[in-house]
């Protein structure tokens, strides 16, 4: 594996592999890797001739000081990750080489519906960071296949607007969630987790299988008041329990029986905030 935190280097490399006809994976990260981190790239390499990981903590997406700073860094045990995956190049770049004019005067990216609920309700401006950061990545890497994880439902469907905007051939693969045995799913954040915190963690994909065994045609607003009750008795502070469609994420109220759907959750253990989902049919 080769590392490179020169974007100039980086640039260069990567045109004389596409000069050579190479096709290459990108998988984006912000690090403190896991399981979850090595199944992108594990795709990334059965599709691709290159593959390559960036670790890079984006302080354009953090509406909270607090989270930016407290965000986990585990960059030694990263790079060890990535060795064993064989991954072909590492991007572990300073803030200075991704914006180097800055990042607070970049576009307004028009993202629509997708901007206003959710995640973009109760993180404002966190997905115009996750543009910027992404846009510049793509730039940088001109990727032919794009690797992300699940976990960040409403994320991929936004990175996958900016693909548009960006009139990118760049083409996004959104990777299955992977899940601790006891059904936590992977994540970062889970480092932070006290080992009590932890074990009531659980209880997010206790409430999304509850819901996906229990849905049914109709008006589900009674499940998601239950799903929401079981996060409150395992100590949750509830951002969101919320169902919508699985292509356009329009919230719903009720079910037809044959529309796609996803459930989608947001919730603090303490000062964890953590997200997940799950595919209902």
Known sequence: MVLFKKTDRLIASLQEARNEGKTIGFAPTMGALHAGHISLVEASKKQNDLSVVSIFVNPAQFNDKTDFEKYPVTIEKDIEWLLKADCDLLFWPAVEEVYPTGYEQSPHY?????????????????????????????????PTNLYMGQKDYQQCMVVDR???????????????ILREPDGLAMSSRNTRLSAKERERATGISRALNYIKQNIK???????????????????????????????TLELMKAWNGQQKIVVLIAAFQHEVRLIDNMLLN
């Open 110 to 142: 028009e993202l629509g519906y997708l901007e206003t609920i959710l995640e973009g309700k109760y993180r404002p401006g966190h997905f115009q960071g996750v543009c910027k950061v992404m846009h510049r990545l793509i730039n940088i890497v001109q």
């Open 162 to 176: 900016l693909l548009t905007l960006m009139q990118s051939s760049t083409v996004l693969h959104t990777c299955p």
């Open 217 to 247: 045609p109709g008006n589900f607003d009674d499940l998601i008041a239950t799903a929401t009750n079981m996060l409150i008795g395992q100590e949750f502070k509830v951002d969101y329990v919320a169902i919508a469609d699985a292509q």
